[in-house]
């Protein structure tokens, strides 16, 4: 389950920053997961919370947004519908994705003493 080990790199990359802002506690965390990241989102939840006792985040609520895949071609711009054929209908262009694969630290709500 590479959950976890999202969940650690997201721990130690918050604690990294609170340090840095003299921070004395972490109160929330957003973040996007793409649909085609390969992480399930409830998953990653309870991982946080398995995680989280012995950091700044303890108390800190974990917000997931997850982020539908778009395809568009790379061409001419035109979007691909969901679930239709990974080629642009009006130039044959190969679709390329342009968003739905990330993992992305959105924002981290702390308390600076």
């Known amino acids: 389950m590479h959950e976890y ?3 650690q790199a997201l721990l130690a990359r ?3 920053e609170a340090r840095a802002r003299q921070a004395t506690a972490v109160h929330r965390l957003a973040v996007r997961i793409g649909a085609l990241a390969g992480v399930e989102p409830e998953l990653l939840a ?3 919370s398995i995680f989280k006792a012995p950091t700044l985040c303890a108390q800190a609520e974990l917000e997931i947004h997850t982020v539908p895949a778009c395809w ?3 061409q001419c711009g035109r979007a691909i519908a969901p679930g239709a054929v990974l080629r642009c209908p009006q130039c044959g262009a190969a679709a390329r994705l342009e968003a739905g694969d990330e993992i ?3 924002q ?3 308390e600076v003493g």
């Open 108 to 110: 981290i709500e702390m």
């Open 5 to 7: 080990s999202i969940v």
């Open 72 to 74: 568009a071609c790379p």
């Open 46 to 48: 309870s991982a946080y």
């Open 14 to 16: 918050v604690e990294q």
């Open 104 to 106: 992305i630290l959105d």
